[in-house]
């Protein structure tokens, strides 16, 4: 492993998308007002481009790669992965209750909790596949055998970030829209991206206890994403009057998080 990248290193690289999600919740303190649904449309598509991207470069390619040993079935582990991932999420979707607020929809589990509360779990579902994907390729980093460089590692972490700005802003402004203080709208949005750290933490964890596990829990990270994209992010940025900012949004985000992983990869 690359000396740089040491115990502080992977600690950066697993702060970064929190960094993401906390400066976007800090839009509260310079905003007046919330976000219009263009806008909300045109940074949701841009976000479900980036996670799509990066599912696909940072994630299942390099599991089909880590496979490559298994001839014409190396594609296996990364299919099995990917569907367990897409469980995953459902199950998440049935036992937790959440809010999508552009297209105004309840989903889970009847619930008395506030609506503010629901809002925040919506986004915090978001961020466990992120976390997760992370977490992945840091932790194949560290153990030096998952064909995955530093670049790769950073590029992931950053493109995150990236669509993290947006996540934290669409989750803090509307709170503060709706009355709620600006510190609290600011800490709500900041407590819907700490579960990507931890969840980051907790993916190194048990891929250092089962190194051979790597491109299955690297496409595992992959269908969980791509889920919150399909099942979330794209009917929130296709709600209301037909626009094409969110698919314009959606390509951008792609070919950003593409150029990242080329570039830094």
């Known amino acids: ?30 905003m007046k007002k919330e976000l ?6 045109a940074l949701t598509g841009f976000a479900g481009g980036v996670m799509v991207a990066a599912s696909v470069w940072s994630l299942i390619i390099p599991a089909i790669e880590q496979c490559a040993d298994m001839g014409r079935l190396s594609f296996a582990p990364a299919f099995a992965g990917f569907w367990a991932g897409i469980l995953f999420l ?6 937790i209750p959440h809010l999508h607020r552009n297209i105004g929809q309840t989903e889970g589990p009847r619930s008395r909790l506030a609506r503010t509360t629901m809002m925040v779990l919506a986004v915090t579902m978001h961020n466990i596949p992120e976390g997760m994907a992370v977490g992945v390729v840091y932790a194949g980093l560290k153990s030096g055998s998952a064909l995955i460089i530093p670049g ?7 493109g995150i970030a990236i669509q ?13 829209a709706e009355g709620t203080g600006k510190w609290k709208a600011f800490a709500l949005g900041v407590l819907s991206g700490a579960v990507e750290p931890l969840f980051g933490a907790f993916t190194i964890a ?22 919150v994209v399909v099942e979330e992010l794209i009917p929130e940025m296709s709600a209301g009057t037909h626009s094409n900012v969110g698919v314009i949004s959606f390509a951008a985000g792609f070919t950003v ?3 990242l992983d080329v570039a830094l990869g």
């Open 1 to 30: 492993m690359n000396a740089a990248y040491g115990s502080a290193g992977i600690l950066i690289g697993l702060l970064i998308p929190f960094i993401g999600t906390s400066a976007g919740a800090a839009c509260v303190f310079f």
């Open 36 to 41: 219009s649904l263009g806008v909300q449309r």
């Open 90 to 95: 459902l199950l998440l979707d049935d036992v």
């Open 152 to 158: 790769a590692a950073l590029a992931l972490a950053a």
């Open 164 to 176: 993290n700005f947006p996540e934290g802003a669409i989750i803090s402004m509307p709170l503060r």
């Open 206 to 227: 048990a891929a250092g206890l089962v190194i051979p596990a790597m491109p299955y829990l690297l496409s595992f990270a992959a269908g969980a994403m791509v889920y």
């Open 257 to 259: 998080m593409m150029a």
